[in-house]
Structure formats: structure tokens, C-alpha cells
T-cell receptor
Framework: AQTVTQSQPEMSVQEAETVTLSCTYD???????LFWYKQPPSRQMILVIR??????QNATENRFSVNFQKAAKSFSLKISDSQLGDTAMYFC?????????????FGKGITLSVRP | NAGVTQTPKFQVLKTGQSMTLQCAQD?????MSWYRQDPGMGLRLIHY???????DQGEVPNGYNVSRSTTEDFPLRLLSAAPSQTSVYFC??????????????FGSGTQLSVL
């Protein structure tokens, strides 16, 4: 079974600064996907960024980038130039790539507050 | 496109009552799943389906039933609601295949309170 750990329950960052959210995972799989989802107060689940385990290059999406360390089973999210709209809960998630059946394993989430 | 539609958005039940949370998708996705979200617990998989007529249990299936008679619909049934089932429920779907099945489309959630 896979586990995803987000050890920080809350973080706060000043607007325009950079913040890094941590995530570690445990799996015996070699092929898998890792995700960061954002959940604003509207409750909608929004995919922020996705990483494929077989790709060594870290994924980036505009102000969002990841530091994927496969050997260390670490997958952190860096948000640059933080904006007030980034205030939300963020979930790290894992999915096996084999037996592709779209099952996600989520971490407990972290609440990020961006201060004006 | 409507995407994934969940109804109702809010529901209050009394202990022992039954109800069905509806989920429909119009993207012809083969895979559908139900998650519950509890404070401090993240989202946990309840049941999932890889196609019409095929369902299987996830991490927390007790107290819930599902069926998948059509590709579009995947209802979640609570036969006898308990306070422990107070939660926010999300339905999600994705298409089959090595490429693309990892992209889940989520509904907007149902907030359920069981008194």
C-alpha cells in the first residue's frame, strides 16, 4: 500500500514571496504519478501540477514548480511570487501508473495562507 | 460540457436514514470513483468503478454501496446513515488508458451532515 505524508498542517507566506510545501511518500512501485491539488474555500479540487516518476525533469506550471527526489521519495511544491488567490488547502497525492484505474492516495493536506 | 455533476450540494440526515448521492459525468469516462474528505484526514477512496457493471472497494467502503449500470452515472448509497459519515463527498472520473487516466475530473462535492 502507498502512503503520502504531509507533516506541516499550516503555513503562512507574505504576498510576492516564495513558499515551499513538503510531501513525502512511500511505495514499492517504480512507475507512478505524483500530484499537487489545490482546494480553495469554494471546495473545488484543482490540479496544480503533475509529475511522472519516470521523468527526471521537475515539472513546472507558471509560478508552480516541484522538487522531485525519487530516491528520497520526496515531492515538494514551490510557489513563487505568492498571490492572495493562492490561499487554499493543498494536497499531495499519489497514483500507480500500472493497472491504470485512477485511484489516488492523498496526504492530509496543508492550509496555506498568503498575507497581504 | 458539464463535466462531473454531483447532487445534492448539501444534505442533512438523521441517524438511520438512507439516501443516495448522485454523480453523473458527460465525458464518456470509463473510470469513476467516490472519495470522502474529513478534517485532518485528506481525501480517502470509498469505492471505484472501471466500467459499467464493475465496481470495487476502496480504503473506507463500510456503510456505503455503489452500482454502475451506465457509463455516465455512479451513485453512492448510504443505507443507514451514521454520524461518522458526516463528511464532504467527492465524485471523480477519468478516461481509460495509460495516458490520460491519471487526469481526474472532480465534482464540486456534497457536504453531508448526519445528526
Amino acid at each position: 500500500a502507498q502512503t503520502v505524508t504531509q507533516s506541516q498542517p499550516e503555513m503562512s507566506v507574505q504576498e510576492a514571496e516564495t513558499v515551499t510545501l513538503s510531501c513525502t511518500y512511500d511505495t514499492s512501485e517504480n512507475n507512478y504519478y505524483l500530484f499537487w491539488y489545490k482546494q480553495p474555500p469554494s471546495r473545488q479540487m484543482i490540479l496544480v501540477i503533475r509529475q511522472e516518476a519516470y521523468k527526471q525533469q521537475n515539472a513546472t506550471e507558471n509560478r508552480f514548480s516541484v522538487n522531485f527526489q525519487k530516491a528520497a521519495k520526496s515531492f515538494s511544491l514551490k510557489i513563487s511570487d505568492s498571490q492572495l488567490g493562492d490561499t487554499a488547502m493543498y494536497f499531495c497525492a499519489f497514483m500507480k501508473a500500472t493497472g491504470a484505474n485512477s485511484k489516488l492516495t492523498f496526504g492530509k493536506g496543508i492550509t496555506l495562507s498568503v498575507r497581504p | 460540457n458539464a463535466g462531473v455533476t454531483q447532487t445534492p450540494k448539501f444534505q442533512v440526515l438523521k441517524t438511520g436514514q438512507s439516501m443516495t448521492l448522485q454523480c453523473a459525468q458527460d465525458m464518456n469516462h470509463e473510470y469513476m470513483s467516490w472519495y470522502r474528505q474529513d478534517p485532518g484526514m485528506g481525501l480517502r477512496l470509498i469505492h471505484y468503478s472501471v466500467g459499467a457493471g464493475i465496481t470495487d472497494q476502496g480504503e473506507v467502503p463500510n456503510g456505503y454501496n455503489v452500482s454502475r449500470s451506465t457509463t455516465e452515472d455512479f451513485p453512492l448509497r448510504l443505507l443507514s446513515a451514521a454520524p461518522s459519515q458526516t463528511s464532504v463527498y467527492f465524485c471523480a472520473s477519468s478516461r481509460r488508458g495509460t495516458r490520460g487516466s491519471e487526469k481526474l475530473f472532480f465534482g464540486s462535492g456534497t457536504q453531508l451532515s448526519v445528526l
